[in-house]
């Protein structure tokens, strides 16, 4: 079965960092492009972050470029997102997602993993 | 990057046909054809109904469609259902090589 499977959620203190991890199964990492995607409570989805299917490019929202970065390993089949100077406006469930593309973030995201909750307060 | 306009809601009786908007400029919807519409339930992930305008990915029902006119995209879903009723968001690329969602539109099933 394909599977997307999100952690690392939690608690962060403003000015500090998280990382988030997605473990993909049932398929080849290496052969999509990946996102991130998060949703604040009560509010939209928002881009957040893409990266090609062998980490060589990589794209960031406006609101998290200098913060976030994005990274994989294909060979552990895990997608990450590093969240650094984490901000009160950082708070959302981020899901990670499949792209029907090997090289383009910007195709259509066929699989989402269930998604992991990252709230920013002290 | 603004998002991209949606109504707030729209309903229907079942049986009855909707059409979603999902407006941006020359930048976004009007200049690419890689527009995608999601459904999302409460407390769920959201779903891919349509990939590149107007593609409906293997599984999900031919009552859900895709179209776009200049800067507008559209999804109409016809012989509403129940099931139907959640949160659909647009998204499309952008000239900023950037990814932006729609403001969402949460359907309701009379």
């Known amino acids: 079965e394909v599977q997307l499977l999100e952690s690392g959620g939690g608690l962060g203190q403003p000015g500090g960092s998280l990382r988030l991890s997605c473990a993909a199964s049932?398929?080849?990492?290496?052969?999509?492009?990946m996102n991130w995607v998060r949703q604040a409570p009560g509010k939209g989805l928002e881009w957040v972050s893409g990266?090609?299917?062998?980490?060589?490019?990589?794209h960031y929202a406006d609101s998290v470029k200098g913060r976030f970065t994005i990274s994989r390993d294909n060979s552990k089949s895990t997608l990450y997102l590093q969240m650094n100077s984490l901000r009160a406006e950082d708070t959302a469930v981020y899901y990670c997602?499949?792209?029907?593309?090997?090289?383009?973030?910007?195709?259509?995201?066929?699989?989402w993993g269930q998604g992991t909750t990252v709230t920013v307060s002290s | 990057q603004s998002a991209l306009t949606q109504p707030a809601s729209v309903s229907g009786s079942p049986g009855q046909s909707i059409t979603i908007s999902c407006t941006g400029t020359?930048?976004?919807?009007?200049?690419?054809?890689?527009v995608s519409w999601y459904q999302q339930h409460p407390g769920k992930a959201p779903k891919l109904m349509i990939y590149?305008?107007?593609n409906r990915p293997s599984g999900v029902s031919n009552r859900f469609s895709g179209s776009k006119s200049g800067n507008t995209a559209s999804l109409t879903i016809t012989g509403l259902q129940a099931e139907d009723e959640a949160d659909y968001y647009c998204?499309?690329?952008?000239?900023?090589?950037?990814?932006?969602f729609g403001t969402g539109t949460k359907v309701t099933v009379l």
């Open positions: 997602a499949r792209v029907r593309s090997t090289f383009y973030f910007y195709y259509a995201m066929d699989v």
């Open positions: 049932g398929f080849t990492l290496s052969n999509y492009a």
């Open positions: 990266i090609s299917g062998s980490g060589g490019s990589t």
């Open positions: 020359s930048s976004d919807v009007g200049g690419y054809n890689y």
């Open positions: 590149d305008v107007s």
């Open positions: 998204s499309s690329y952008t000239s900023s090589n950037t990814l932006v």
